[in-house]
């Protein structure tokens, strides 16, 4: 947004220089932004003046130029968002897991931290009917991240998320899958859509939330120590 109002404003200001060299008779006027008020005679400098307020004041005060987040769990009244790892880390209990069949290329393994609500692990255009995979991490009670463990799953349109399996880093092992409406009894492996499920890792009880967002192109995840 703030670079769509930089380029306007340059661009106001060059058609002023034009207006103002090749027809200096035209007519001006008075123009007002904000708190400015620009008169002339001709129609060349309020353009000039206008382009180079607008350049600056978005420039200078950001706070007049409307946010535009992506996520639409950062607006107003939402949860603070649990900052992501730009990539997802790697263990070789959690390298061993992915390779196993059916295995998950490592372009679609995403990071998911503990406390992150809406995390977006897939976007529109990547296929969600085939495996990918969240490698889970406490970035919150550790200076360094430290892995939970790993999930694999996938989402078919009309069906929902189906869970492939999970591990955990303590140990290596698969661990089980329930869910929080019913945490005694091993889960389905059609999970369904907006679904809550339960796990141990490390000995502690989380809680993932599966989602999907904007007419079922994206998959959205929520991470949740239980205890």
């Known amino acids: 947004?703030?670079?769509?109002?930089?380029?306007?404003?340059?661009?106001?200001?060059?058609?002023?220089?034009?207006?103002?060299?090749?027809?200096?008779?035209?007519?001006?006027?008075?123009?007002?932004?904000?708190?400015?008020?620009?008169?002339?005679?001709?129609?060349?400098?309020?353009?000039?003046?206008?382009?180079?307020?607008?350049?600056?004041?978005?420039?200078?005060?950001?706070?007049?130029?409307?946010?535009?987040?992506?996520?639409?769990?950062?607006?107003?009244?939402?949860e603070p968002q649990i900052p992501g790892l730009d990539v997802a880390p790697q263990t070789d209990c959690t390298s061993w897991f992915f390779a196993q069949s059916p295995p998950v290329d490592s372009a679609r393994v995403r990071s998911v931290e503990l406390d992150a609500n809406d995390r977006r692990v897939l976007t529109v255009g990547e296929r969600?009917?085939?495996?990918?995979?969240?490698?889970?991490?406490?970035?919150?009670?550790?200076?360094?991240?430290?892995?939970?463990?790993?999930?694999?799953l996938s989402r078919r349109p009309g069906v929902g998320f189906y869970g492939t399996g999970v591990v955990d880093e303590q140990t290596c092992q698969p661990v089980r899958l329930a869910l929080a409406s019913d945490p005694g009894v091993p889960a389905p492996v059609a999970l369904g859509d907006y679904v809550w499920v339960t796990f141990r890792l490390g000995g502690a009880p989380y809680v993932l939330l599966l989602n999907s967002s904007n007419a079922n192109t994206e998959v959205l995840v929520t991470l949740h120590s239980k205890g």
């Open 1 to 78: 947004m703030v670079v769509v109002l930089v380029v306007l404003g340059v661009g106001l200001v060059a058609l002023g220089a034009v207006v103002l060299m090749r027809y200096p008779d035209r007519p001006g006027g008075v123009i007002r932004f904000l708190n400015l008020e620009v008169g002339s005679k001709g129609a060349g400098l309020p353009l000039i003046a206008l382009g180079v307020a607008l350049a600056v004041t978005t420039v200078v005060v950001p706070g007049t130029v409307p946010s535009t987040g992506e996520d639409s769990s950062n607006s107003a009244g939402s």
């Open 128 to 152: 969600q009917d085939a495996e990918f995979g969240m490698v889970l991490s406490d970035t919150i009670s550790f200076t360094t991240p430290r892995v939970l463990g790993a999930v694999k």
